[in-house]
Each structure stands twice: as C-alpha cells, then as structure tokens.
C-alpha cells in the first residue's frame, strides 16, 4: 500500500521485532539499528521490509513463519539487500 501510494523518492523502511524486549535475546533493537542504517545508505530509496538482517522490497515481501527471527520471505526468494556488521550489503 505504501510503495503504491506514496511513491517515495526517500527511503522507507518498516521493522518490527518477534521477540519481545523482556527476552533474553530481544530483536528489536538491532532491527532498528538496521532499519536507520539501511534509511542512511547512499542510494536508498522506495518502501522496504528491514528484519533479521534482510531487506526486502516492500511489494515481494510476506511473513512465511509465526515464531522465527526470521520471519519474512521475498515471494521471489531473492532479498534487495543485507545488513551486516552495520553496513548495508
């Protein structure tokens, strides 16, 4: 709907988190590192999905599993990008 609608010129990038922050391992706070790096990159543009380390595009994305980390999947199994490290791949 978004990448429909507004037809960004600036990157947008939606994140989320499956694990709650009262967890020993919470995912959401590295999601957001991801996400505002993924915004920073030179180049960047459109709607995307940031989590686990993996950028989808917004029009390909679905959520494949109910308790992963990983939870989304591109419907075409290929990913726009990756973060890694901090750095967008």
Do not use: C
């Not at 507004?6 to 694990?19: D, G, S």
């Not at 995912?27 to 590192?33: E, K, R, V």
């Not at 917004?58 to 980390?69: G, L, P």
Request: hydrophobic share 45%; no cysteine.
């Amino acid at each position: 709907f978004l990448h429909r609608v507004l037809a960004p010129t600036k990157p947008v990038v939606l994140t989320a988190a499956m694990r709650p922050a009262t967890s020993l391992a919470p995912d959401g706070p590295q999601n957001l590192y991801d996400a505002v790096q993924l915004a920073l990159a030179p180049g960047a543009a459109g709607v995307v999905v940031s989590l686990a380390g993996r950028v989808h595009d917004a029009i390909q994305v679905r959520k494949t599993h109910s308790y992963r980390v990983d939870a989304f999947e591109s419907s075409d199994g290929s990913l726009v990008a990756r973060v890694e490290e901090g750095r967008v791949r």
